[in-house]
């Protein structure tokens, strides 16, 4: 009954206070704030207090579809949310219209991040530019971007003052290059803080850039001799100075179309190669060095004339003639040399004119035999002068010989004492030589230990391909005394001579005013002259008989 009573009282009020009905009746939408990802769907209630509600439903430009429905409420399916915006919920009451608005925030997280470094190679004390960019971000005022290099914040930006309706954020800084910045990780950090509207942080970091810082302000030079002889390996070398860093220099090196393979090097802040270059055709050519470092290429030329001029060509009519045989020496150039040399042969006092060949005619002696004939080329180039030279040895065949200078005929041994037979039998070619003792082969290469049994006359034959020749020797062994008293008489033999050779002088070079001394004194003088000449007589008689 009470509560029957109750909707009476309130209806007589609305029929007798139609304005007391706008007070008494609210409108009201769920959620109170709206934060949807880009794309997502979002359900929203519109309800009122109104006990009979007319007309009512939400505006808005989105894709709605009513899902449900009650005496006083409504709720709709809204999809595809793509951008903000504002839904209005409404509801009519005994003709009186009221609304609440609703805002949809759409959010999208900073999923993508770029870094762009330009360029990526920059010379020191040069700009360079750092762009950090997210092509798809909202809202744009809760982002923040941040550029680190390595784990240092480098610049900050937010974006609080740019709401606008773009989802693309980026910024851009310009950095000058410093020596310090080389390989250098450079990054952007991207931070969506939705925590102010009832979401959460969000953040991603871009790939990581690396920044290459280098100096290359000298152009190379190169080191190579002017003159280069066709087939002749020759060491040149290019080099670039203050550069960085030098390490990582690349060098490429050619002779005409030739490319050469450099071995490389550094130290500090210079940085060279050395190639070994063989030129293979004559003329004037250029040697280039192209030297490069990241995107930076500098290239350097030097000119260089090739030359060809092989050694003169010595010819001998026969390299092993036989003694007493006329043969020609000719001392030629090579047809490949450049220009006609000068030619010197060795031997001949006059020399050829230019182009033309040197020649000898000589008559083989056995002093010839090991003679060592040359032949000289000049040549001047570009006012260089040049000189080549071939040398042959002539060898002369002939007999075998026992000279006594080699192999004397009479040798003397001391008993007791190590001693061989001193026989070398010349000839060409070499001779073999043996010695016979008795009929029986004596050793040569083994030295003998003198006895008096080695006494005798032995039979030596030298042999080679052109005949042989023989000699006999008398070998005599002596007693250790004896050989000590022939010793002893030598010595004393030899001092007598100087006694008679000072004497002679003496009386040859004294005073005109001996002739003034007495006669007596003469006659001294020249017995005891007398006397010495029968003592040296004496003593060369005495040898002779020792022998």
């Known amino acids: ?42 359900m929203v209630n519109c309800s009122t207090t109104c006990p009979n509600p007319g007309p009512s439903g939400i505006e808005t430009f989105l894709k709605k579809t009513q899902v449900g429905k009650g005496p006083q409420w409504k709720e709709f399916l809204l999809e595809d949310i793509t951008e903000n915006s504002i839904l209005q ?38 700009v360079f530019t750092v762009k950090c960019c997210v092509p798809r971000v909202a809202p744009l005022e809760n982002l923040t971007l941040t550029l680190l290099q390595g784990n240092q914040e480098l610049y900050r930006k937010n974006f609080m003052s740019l709401a606008v309706a773009t989802q693309r954020a980026e910024v851009t800084i310009r950095v000058k290059a410093q020596r310090e910045d080389d390989r250098c990780n450079f990054s952007c950090r991207a931070e969506l803080d939705l925590s102010s509207r009832g979401g959460e942080l969000f953040h991603s970091t871009s790939a990581m850039k ?52 450099p071995f490389l ?21 250029e040697l280039s060095c192209l030297v490069s470092l990241g995107p930076m290429e500098q290239k350097t030329r030097e000119p260089v004339h090739v030359y060809s001029f092989p050694p003169p060509i010595l010819e001998i009519e026969e390299l092993y003639p036989l003694v007493g045989t006329d043969i020609n020496v000719t001392c030629t150039g090579h047809v490949l040399t450049s220009s006609s040399p000068t030619l010197w042969l060795q031997g001949v006092p006059d020399l050829p004119a230019p182009g033309e060949p040197a020649w000898l005619l000589l008559t083989t002696r056995e002093e010839d035999d090991g003679r060592n004939f040359s032949c000289e080329a000049s040549l001047e180039v570009q006012g260089q002068q040049f000189i080549k030279t071939t040398t042959i040895q002539l060898h002369v065949l002939y007999k075998p010989r026992l000279e006594e200078s080699g192999c004397p005929g009479n040798q003397t041994w001391v008993e007791g004492t190590e001693q061989m037979l001193a026989c070398i039998a010349k000839g060409n070619p070499t001779p073999s030589l043996a010695c016979t003792w008795n009929g029986v082969i004596f050793d040569l290469e083994v030295p003998q230990k003198a006895t008096q ?19 006999d020797i ?7 005394d004896e050989g000590n008293s022939s010793t002893i008489f030598i ?57």
């Open 453 to 471: 049994n080695h006494t005798g006359i032995y039979c030596c034959t030298a042999t080679n391909q052109l005949g042989s020749v023989s000699k």
């Open 210 to 261: 690396v920044l290459r810082s280098f100096e290359f302000s000298q152009r190379p030079q190169i080191q190579v001799p002017p003159l280069l002889e066709v087939g002749m390996a020759e060491t040149v070398s290019c080099e670039v100075a203050r550069v960085f860093p030098a390490k990582e220099v690349m060098f490429h090196m050619f002779l005409g179309d030739q490319e050469l393979s």
């Open 265 to 285: 090097s550094w130290e500090e802040d210079t940085a060279w190669a050395n190639a070994t270059v063989r030129a293979m055709e004559t003329g004037d050519q």
């Open 1 to 42: 009954m009470a509560m029957l009573l109750f909707r009476v009282w309130a209806l007589l009020a609305l029929i007798l206070c139609p304005g007391a009905t706008e007070e008494l009746f609210e409108v009201s939408v769920w959620p109170e704030q709206a934060l949807v990802k880009f794309g997502q769907s979002l």
């Open 89 to 126: 919920c409404f509801f009519s009451c005994a003709g009186i219209q009221k609304d609440t608005n609703l805002d949809i925030t759409m959010y999208q997280p900073p999923e993508q991040v770029t870094l762009e470094l330009q360029p990526a190679w920059v010379a020191v004390d040069e």
């Open 491 to 547: 010595i004393i033999i030899v001092a007598l001579g100087m006694g008679v050779i000072t004497i002679a002088l003496y009386l040859n070079y004294r005073p005109c005013k001996i002739e003034r001394r007495k006669l007596p004194y003469r006659q001294k003088e020249k017995d005891k002259e007398e006397e010495n000449q029968f003592a040296v007589g004496q003593a060369e008689k005495w040898n002779t008989h020792s022998c």
């Open 474 to 480: 008398t070998l005599i062994v002596q007693g250790l």
